[in-house]
């Protein structure tokens, strides 16, 4: 398996611009979360999926953020319109169902806003 | 609230010693905890998972302890190397959630 894909690597974007972030779980898994990391704040939980539902987006900053898992194997974060205070690695990361293992983490996108 | 503080100063240490990373939480004790590396530019890679009711877990040169009275767990890298240089997350589930929360995690610098 390829493990968790994240694209882009990276993203450089104005200020006011949309922006989309896309996640590939890895096969199998059914839970996906988007975490944002920052040096003030560390790793920060977004948003978490369960079968592709949505289960809690509490830590979705605002409205301007918005997530959605249409099928087991594609997610998008998409940010509209972006501020430079959204700069940060976005990560995705995915589980299977029970605790014997821990999440497994992408690659992370590196957004820079401008 | 439930948090998760690791001390947020870098640790560094000679070769061959043992690291001692220290994640301590509050409010009541979780099921499980779980211990990550992160090395630079890239995602936080599971190592360990140790339940509430299991004192200490080993992998290879890694050992972590539960203690729930402390409300602390150490992580332990025995036989240091310069290879083990980077951040380690410690991670509790949120309630009865799916989610995890992390701490600020600890840098490590193993030098030579």
């Known amino acids: 398996d390829a493990g968790v894909i994240q694209s882009p690597r990276h993203e450089v974007t104005e200020m006011g611009q949309e922006v989309t972030l896309r996640c590939k779980p890895i096969?199998?898994?059914?839970?996906l979360f988007w975490y944002r990391q920052t040096m003030m704040r560390g790793l920060e939980l977004l948003i978490y999926?369960?079968?592709?539902?949505?289960?809690?987006d509490s830590g979705m900053p605002e409205d301007r953020f918005s997530a959605k898992m249409p099928n087991a194997s594609f997610s998008t974060l998409k940010i509209q319109p972006s501020e430079p205070r959204d700069s940060a690695v976005y990560f995705c990361?995915?589980?299977?169902?029970?605790?014997?293992?821990?999440?497994?983490f992408g690659s992370g996108t590196r957004l820079t806003v401008v | 609230s439930q948090k998760i503080e690791q001390n947020s100063e870098a640790l560094n240490i000679q070769e061959g010693k043992t690291a001692t990373l220290t994640c301590n939480y509050t409010?009541?004790?979780?099921?499980?905890l779980q211990w990550y590396r992160q090395d630079p530019g890239r995602g936080p890679v599971f190592l360990l998972l140790?339940?509430?009711?299991?004192k200490e877990k080993r992998k290879e040169r890694l050992k972590v302890t539960f203690d729930t009275t402390l409300k602390q767990s150490l992580f332990h890298i025995t036989a240091s190397q310069p290879a083990d240089s980077a951040t380690y997350l410690c991670?509790?589930?949120?309630?009865?959630?799916?989610?995890?929360?992390f701490g600020q995690g600890t840098t490590l610098q193993v030098k030579p």
């Open positions: 990361a995915s589980r299977e169902t029970g605790v014997r293992g821990g999440y497994t």
């Open positions: 096969s199998g898994h059914d839970y």
């Open positions: 999926f369960n079968n592709n539902v949505p289960i809690d």
């Open positions: 409010n009541y004790s979780p099921a499980y």
């Open positions: 140790i339940r509430e009711n299991e």
């Open positions: 991670a509790r589930p949120s309630g009865n959630t799916g989610k995890l929360i």
